[in-house]
């Protein structure tokens, strides 16, 4: 994750005084890179606050560490599928709107399986 992560901020990186890219329309495939970035960003926030939430119930029910070695083994899941779907395009000026939406696809259904659980 952290090398995807790293990938993602060195490829689209804001410079000083440049206009954020329409997410509704990107042009370019930096703005559509910086916009699926911006999209995951936004559903790890959510996934951190039903965390937040689920993690202290969890505990209280007294099966804390098990939600914490899923959520664990949930993320060396996302991050080894996430770089799996994107390995076709290294190197490419795609590859992190791939991971990017990957991220964003898979952390989506997380919150799901968050909000739904006991």
């Known amino acids: ?27 370019t495939q930096a703005d559509m890179n910086q916009c699926s970035y911006a999209a995951w960003l936004a559903a790890d926030a959510e996934l951190n606050r039903l965390w937040g939430i689920a993690k202290p119930r969890a505990d209280a029910g007294g099966y804390g560490q098990a939600l914490l070695d899923a959520q ?6 996302r991050d080894a599928a996430c770089a799996a779907e ?33």
């Open 72 to 77: 664990r083994a949930w993320i060396a899941y």
């Open 86 to 118: 994107a390995a076709p395009y290294a190197g490419g000026s795609i590859q992190p709107l791939i991971v990017n939406s990957c991220f964003e696809r898979l952390t989506l259904r997380r919150n799901e399986d968050l909000r739904t659980d006991p």
């Open 1 to 27: 994750m952290r090398a995807a992560l790293t990938l993602a901020l060195a490829v689209f990186p804001l410079a000083a005084g440049a206009q954020a890219p329409n997410c509704a329309n990107p042009v």
